[in-house]
């Protein structure tokens, strides 16, 4: 038989308490950062959607774009800020697409501030308009 010595009971509850916060705030960690990862995706989707619809825009290119990225998925919309640039005489338009991808999870939200995420997207021009066609 074995007999566990009397000031053993309860240790491996003890190292479990212990341990247990350490644990929850890595898989925290984990989780934010595949929001993150997440997020970063959503942008560069906007950002080529902002691209497209400005691209084959005739009228206001910025409008379009930021539009269309607004559009493009499940960001917050109040957060998505952009810049359209038309670039080699206006043969290529570039967009670029801001966004504050914010850290809201428990603890993790205090300990890392908000993480700015962009991305760049170059287009040809193909509206009507450019071309001459009607």
């Known amino acids: 038989m074995n007999k566990t010595r009397w000031g053993d009971h309860g240790q491996s509850t003890v190292e479990f308490a212990l341990v247990l916060p350490l644990v929850a705030l890595v ?44 559009r493009a998925g499940e960001l917050r919309v109040d957060q998505i800020s952009g810049e359209v640039t038309m670039l080699e005489g206006g043969e290529t338009v570039r967009v670029v697409i801001s966004y504050r991808s914010v850290t809201d999870m428990p603890i993790i939200g205090i300990l ?18 450019k071309h001459g066609l009607q």
């Open 112 to 129: 890392l501030p908000d993480i700015d995420l962009h991305a760049t997207v170059v287009m040809r021009v193909e509206s009507a308009g």
């Open 27 to 70: 898989v925290l960690f984990i989780v934010q950062a595949g929001f993150v990862v997440r997020d970063q995706v959503l942008v560069s989707h906007a950002a080529r959607e902002g691209a497209r619809a400005a691209a084959v825009s005739d009228a206001d290119r910025t409008g379009a774009a930021i539009v269309a990225a607004k």
